[in-house]
């Protein structure tokens, strides 16, 4: 009997406890994932004005700043949120705020959109997000908007390293005088781990039914079955890895004359990993000057002239890194049916491989970069067009294309700083 009693006091006393501890838990998780955003990198970045927590849940309010890397311009979604703590985890509800109450109700009369967060203790996490559908007509103007529900979800386990994601958004239709534009049933799946700070690996496979634009004054385009996959792969230390995509589209009309289908496959090979995190470190950080630039008035020339340098020497020492890995990319497939015959063609392009500590003395790039190009399309398709059709006319004279019967090609090949194009062999300065 006493046993049962003490049995019965540890389930209370855990009972109890358990709520306040992944609350605590929570609320530090919460502020280390703000923190981990807050970078002057970061696209986005998430601001708690306010955390109260008790015992059983809590009450937060903030932001979250929407930053774009190019312009440096910001837009800030405010949002309030609840957690709610269980024994093993805790779940948080955000509903964001929108200044334009009489835009939020218009769009939104019976449902908010909302965020829904789901941790546990043992640090797995999954994200829902809900966006009700909409039904918004302008009489006065004509404008209408009309989407469906759009729903997502994203969970992350290994402390984020490990992500599975979903999104499912069956479409939405946008009209104005003149105009109508249709999108319909989007679907998306992700399943990736990181292998560095912005590169990750595992597959991905995206679907879209239809994307359409009407209008008085265009041709109609209407997009049919779109389908993008990829599969990323790392080497066994993450040091290098391996890409290959696939997008298909089974037909694209243009006014009253359709093509299809139409299908590309690209590859990119031995990738190295600490180069390209690199290279993105520099593309970030020449963002960031282009907008401290535009936004100095009087800027030190010389002082600009040496961060310039010192990006173009940290470019070289990454580019450098990823040629030297013996990096190779294909366009192993180019297929597009058209009426009036295919358009085919092939790209391959790759450097040798340098060890390690001599890559940055290696010579330049251009000068160990081999490469080719094979590219075929129909006659009676440029004459479609009666410019392209002198164009091309043009272009044989000058030997950049070929004609055999009715097929105009192109025979590029790269090796040795010389380029062979239909027979004729061109120097080619060096680039970099």
Do not use: C
């Amino acid at each position: 009997m006493k046993k049962w009693i003490l049995v019965a006091v540890v389930v209370l006393v855990v009972g109890v406890a358990a709520p306040w501890a992944t609350g605590k838990l929570t609320e530090q998780q919460w502020h280390a994932a703000a923190n981990q955003l807050d970078t002057e990198a970061s696209p986005v970045t998430l601001d708690s004005t306010q955390y109260e927590r008790d015992w059983f849940g809590s009450d937060l309010s903030g932001r979250v700043t929407l930053r774009n890397p190019q312009t440096g311009e910001v837009v800030p979604v405010p949002y309030t949120g609840s957690v709610s703590h269980g024994w093993l985890g805790s779940e948080i509800t955000l509903t964001p705020e929108v200044n334009d109450q009489e835009l939020a109700q218009r769009l939104f009369p019976d449902e908010q959109p909302t965020v829904v967060i789901s941790t546990s203790v043992w640090g797995t996490g999954r994200v829902d997000v809900t966006v009700p559908s909409i039904h918004v007509e302008d009489k006065e103007t004509g404008e209408s908007l009309n989407m469906s529900e759009a729903y997502g979800w994203a969970e992350f386990s290994d402390g984020g390293r490990d992500v599975k994601a979903h999104l499912s958004w069956p479409g939405l239709v946008v009209r104005a005088p003149g105009l109508r534009a249709r999108l319909g049933n989007l679907q998306f799946d992700q399943d990736a781990r990181r292998v560095a700070e912005s590169l990750w690996a595992g597959e991905m496979d995206m679907t879209l039914d239809s994307l359409a634009l009407e209008s008085e004054t265009q041709p109609d385009v209407v997009l049919s079955n779109l389908s993008l996959t990829g599969d990323t792969e790392a080497s066994e230390g993450n040091e290098t890895v391996r890409s290959d995509s696939t997008m298909t589209v089974e037909s694209l009309k243009v006014a009253d004359q359709a093509t299809g289908p139409h299908r590309m496959t690209l590859t990119l090979d031995n990738l190295d990993v600490e180069s390209w995190t690199r290279l993105m470190a520099v593309s970030r950080d020449v963002q960031q000057f282009q907008v401290r630039v535009a936004n100095n008035p009087n800027p030190d020339v010389n002082q600009l002239r040496q961060q310039q340098m010192q990006l173009m020497q940290r470019f070289s020492h990454a580019a450098k890194g990823l040629a030297g890995a013996g990096i190779a990319l294909q366009l192993k497939e180019l297929s597009l049916e058209t009426p009036q015959g295919t358009v085919s063609g092939h790209l391959s392009l790759s450097h040798p491989e340098v060890a390690p500590n001599k890559r940055d003395s290696m010579p330049l790039i251009m000068q160990q970069l081999t490469g080719k190009l094979d590219l075929s399309l129909p006659v009676a398709l440029v004459k479609q067009v009666p410019r392209l059709e002198r164009d091309a006319e043009s272009l044989i004279r000058q030997g950049f294309l070929k004609r055999d019967g009715e097929t105009y090609s192109v025979d590029v090949s790269l090796k040795d700083m010389q380029v062979n194009l239909n027979g004729e062999t061109i120097p080619v300065p060096p680039l970099i």
